[in-house]
């Protein structure tokens, strides 16, 4: 082969011509994509189903942010960050995975207990499918049912305009799911601003500082930031933050 005729590309390929045998061949798989007609309803069945747990595997995402601590936890922890003022400090990569090893140390309980009674017994064949989905939504329901409070609870069974449940196994999902939202956005916020508090003061008291010494000026964030972080640090901030978020979850 002539080098100089194709520069770069020449030179890789006779290196690839000496490191590799000349009986080597590269394969690459066989993928074929088409569309069968099916004779039986099994087939058509079959079909759905695949249908349905890739849409359920797209949507898992958003299931895992919905139905579990994550939202709570992913939103003190950005409040927090507001509120000392760093910028983008901790990035949001630091921020969301936190927030996923928090969500996954919460929900721990709940998760193991649906492996033993839903996964587990479905992967021996001892269930049906429709069985499996049943028991492993107890869980997740009762996890769910006490982070949720009564006022919102109430507010989306008023607007689907259904009749009042009688117990908890009759509220629906689709119930179920924007009261636990809504509760843990309102939560969230509570905790928030019990966090943003100190800062606020601090805020307060600088910018006074500045005003009555007469550099009106002078960024008050500028000055703050130092005493806002001396303080997080002296107090282990992050320590009190996770804890605190730890344990407002009702267990």
Do not use: C
Not at 127 to 149: E, V, W
Not at 196 to 216: K, N, R, W
């Amino acid at each position: 082969m002539n080098i100089k005729k194709y520069g770069i590309i020449g030179l890789i390929m006779a290196l690839a011509g000496v490191f590799m045998p000349v009986e080597a061949a590269m394969t690459f798989p066989n993928i074929n994509v088409g569309m069968q007609t099916l004779n039986t309803p099994q087939e058509f069945s079959n079909g759905l189903q695949i249908l349905i747990w890739l849409t359920i595997l797209t949507l898992a995402p958003s299931i895992f942010i919905m139905a579990t601590s994550f939202i709570r936890i992913v939103v003190v922890l950005s409040l927090t960050r507001q509120a000392i003022g760093a910028g983008n400090l901790p990035p949001n990569q630091v921020i969301t995975s936190l927030a996923l090893i928090l969500t996954f140390f919460i929900m721990a309980p709940v998760f193991n207990e649906i492996n033993e009674t839903a996964l587990q017994p479905y992967m021996k064949n001892q269930i049906t499918q429709q069985a499996a989905l049943d028991r492993g939504a107890i869980p997740l329901r009762k996890f769910m049912f006490k982070q949720t409070h009564e006022k919102e609870l109430a507010l989306f069974v008023r607007m689907a305009k259904i009749e009042k449940p009688k117990t908890k196994d009759d509220v629906p999902m689709y119930i179920l799911i924007p009261s636990f939202i809504l509760s843990e956005l309102k939560t969230a916020f509570t905790i928030g601003f019990v966090v943003y508090l100190p800062f606020l003061v601090i805020d307060i008291v600088v910018s006074s500082v500045l005003v009555s010494m007469g550099m009106m000026f002078l960024p008050p964030t500028m000055i703050a930031l130092p005493f806002k972080l001396i303080m997080f640090v002296m107090v282990d901030g992050w320590y009190l933050v996770v804890k605190s978020l730890v344990e407002s979850f009702v267990t």
